[in-house]
C-alpha cells in the first residue's frame, strides 16, 4: 500500500492530560483515515476493530491502548512512529502539483487522489490509468454516494446493475455509488479517464 503524505511534527509533549492525549489521537486517526480514502466502516472492516470503536477514539470518547491503536494501523500499513510525527493539517492548500497526487492503486491500475492531505474534503477525485485488462474486480464495487467520470483516452467497460457500456473519449458516466459497478480496460491500449465521488467513500 503506498502510504499518502503527511507532513512531519514533533512527537507528543510530556505533561500532556490524557483528554489531551486522546483527543490528539482521534484526529490523528481521523486524518489518517480520511488520507487514505477510507470511511469508519470500511477501515473497521480492514482493521477487525469495531466500528463503533473507531468512532469512539476519532470523537476522543475512547483513548486506544498500544495495542488496540497498533492493530488499527497495521490495517494502513502505519507504524506508531510516523503515526506520531505527521503534522496535523490546520487548513488545506489550493494547488496541487501532477508530483502531489498520492497513488492509492496498484499494478494494472493506477488510482492518483487529488487532496490526499485534506481532512474535511467531500469530494474525492481521482487521476485514473487503466493498463490493458485492469479490473476492479470479479466482485462489484458499492458505497455510499455519488459518482461520475469522463473518459480522457483509451476505451473503458462500465457496468453498473444489470447494465454494461463500452465508453470512449468524451463519454462519461453518473451514478449512485450503492448501484454495484464495475470497470474494465477491454481494449488495447491504456484507458486515462478523471472521476469524482462524494462524499469520499471508495
Not at 14 to 37: F, N, P, S
Not at 93 to 108: A, M, N, P
Not at 165 to 180: H, K, T, V
Request: glycine letters at 10%; one cysteine or more.
Amino acid at each position: 500500500m503506498v502510504e499518502p503524505h503527511l507532513p512531519h511534527t514533533d512527537l507528543p509533549q510530556m505533561g500532556e492530560t490524557e483528554e489531551d492525549v486522546g483527543a490528539d489521537i482521534g484526529e490523528r486517526l481521523r486524518q489518517v483515515r480520511l488520507a487514505y480514502g477510507l470511511s469508519q466502516r470500511a477501515l473497521a472492516k480492514k482493521t477487525g476493530v469495531a466500528n463503533a470503536t473507531i468512532s469512539q477514539i476519532e470523537s476522543g470518547q475512547s483513548n486506544p491502548s498500544v495495542g488496540a491503536l497498533k492493530r488499527i494501523l497495521d490495517g494502513v500499513d502505519m507504524d506508531l512512529a510516523r503515526f506520531f510525527s505527521f503534522e496535523l493539517s490546520a487548513e488545506g492548500r489550493y494547488f496541487y502539483k501532477s508530483s502531489d497526487l498520492k497513488e492509492i492503486g496498484r499494478g494494472k491500475l493506477s488510482f492518483r487522489l487529488v487532496g490526499a492531505d485534506r481532512p474535511e474534503k467531500s469530494i474525492q477525485m481521482l487521476h485514473e490509468r487503466l493498463m490493458p485488462g485492469a479490473d476492479t474486480g470479479r466482485v462489484a464495487l458499492s458505497h455510499k454516494g455519488e459518482e461520475c467520470g469522463i473518459v480522457l483516452s483509451g476505451s473503458l467497460e462500465v457496468t453498473v446493475g444489470d447494465e454494461r457500456q463500452i465508453l470512449r473519449p468524451g463519454d462519461a458516466w453518473y451514478f449512485e455509488s450503492a448501484l454495484p459497478h464495475r470497470f474494465r480496460n477491454t481494449g488495447a491500449e491504456p484507458c486515462v479517464c478523471i472521476s469524482a465521488c462524494s462524499p469520499p467513500t471508495f
